[in-house]
DNA sequence: TTTAATAATGACCACCCGGTCATTATTTCT
DNA sequence: AGAAATAATGACCGGGTGGTCATTATTAAA
């Protein structure tokens, strides 16, 4: 009874080449077919193990996608943080056209794990999808509210906003602009391809100095 | 040979009632498990009638949801025709406001078959669905375009803009509010809860005066 | 009313699923 | 080297899948 006996444990003690075959063959296997249409027949196939072990590392398949979603999550926080901290000099527009560019980047290099994220998006076919992804929300959101809250301090921003609306479109734009790459990434027909900087720029901008002919009193 | 030999020809020779039980089935289990985890069997307890009938009126499970399909495509068209036309007095951001409570009334009247639109869009489960989801979003940004061009030659919004830039953005936000309502509707446990018009209002008028403190030009 | 055409049925098929566990192979300890 | 402990295996289980088709029930024609 000297470590925690977390559901990992046994996989966790394994040598590490086994380890990443073993998630690198989940990580595939989930990004292409979902949690439920995810074959762990295929999965032990591809790691070059037993079905028997597998289960021994991991009491269940919900279990090991819980895993692969934790190793995922640590991931994309990383990424955040970095963000966060390289740009604390920029302007508030400057530093959201650098998240923006920090979703893409993680995206690129980290595709599949971008996959399991846009499927749980809406599937709701994983074992906590819902949690999971209010979760990624209001962490999101609230990571974005900071950065809306220090721009009106620094005023930058007007002071009359309200910082959780204006994260909320944030977000929605920031959304919609990593979904577009992943889809340009994952569909070789898709004919959108406007994932230039220019673009990001342009569309930052408008958010900037709103649409109305009419500038505000 | 008198009519074309469509996959449906025969199912929509059948009585009304029960065509409307098939139907009200099928939408009912896609809705619930998305295409793939959705079960022939069930859908045919549901209905009333054996699995022999279903196969009979379609040749196969895809087939089956191409039809649900079309159907729910018709009546999300037929709700934006009508917005269109019931807004054309009304100033941009005035349209774009009834715009969104147009897809939240949509999604009110019609649950299952917004429930079927979100878990179609990143699934990718679905027989045609990287096809079906690329026509709605082009269609969307198309439709948008057009009120942000005539936006700006009613010199509503500032003649720089790039409508097709303005349109991603709003649909990025149009898309993201329809999905927290959808949420709300289907997940009681949601904390979201804003959607009222102080909300909606708050949103189309950020988009309007922009964020920035620096009045343009 | 008898016959011919059509519609509806559900047992059945081959296949795949997540998960189990007695057996076998490997490592560790004496 | 032998015994004990641990790790790995894959045949097997009950259950569900989309789809078929010989049989039965219903309707239309004679």
Redesign the pocket.
């Known amino acids: 009874m000297n470590s925690a006996n977390t559901s990992t444990n046994k996989f966790e003690q ?1 040598a590490d080449s086994k380890q990443k075959s073993i998630i690198d063959a989940s990580v595939n296997e989930f990004a292409d077919n979902g949690f439920k249409n ?5 999965i032990v196939e591809n790691a070059g ?5 597998l ?2 590392y991991f ?4 279990l090991l996608f819980d895993h692969i979603y934790q190793i995922a999550l640590r991931e994309v926080k990383s990424y955040l943080a970095k963000v966060r901290d390289e740009s604390e000099n920029d302007d508030f527009f400057t530093r959201f056209g650098k998240i923006i560019n920090a979703g893409i980047a993680f995206i690129n290099k980290h595709p599949r794990l971008a996959r399991i994220y846009f499927r749980l998006l809406n599937s709701d076919d994983s074992p906590h999808g819902k949690e999971i992804i209010q979760n990624l929300h209001s962490e999101a959101i609230r990571y974005l509210t900071q950065f809306v809250e220090m721009g009106i301090e620094r005023n930058e921003l007007r002071s009359e906003l309200n910082p959780g609306t204006v994260a909320f479109m944030m977000e929605s734009i920031l959304n919609r602009i990593l979904q577009v790459h992943y889809l340009e990434i994952f569909d070789t027909k898709s004919n959108i391809s406007k994932n230039d900087n220019n673009w990001i720029d342009e569309i930052v901008n408008t958010l900037k100095t709103g649409l109305s002919t009419i500038p505000p009193k």
Chains 1, 2 share one sequence.
């Open positions: 394994l995810a074959s762990v027949n295929k193990i037993s079905k028997g072990s289960f021994n009491k269940s398949k919900n």
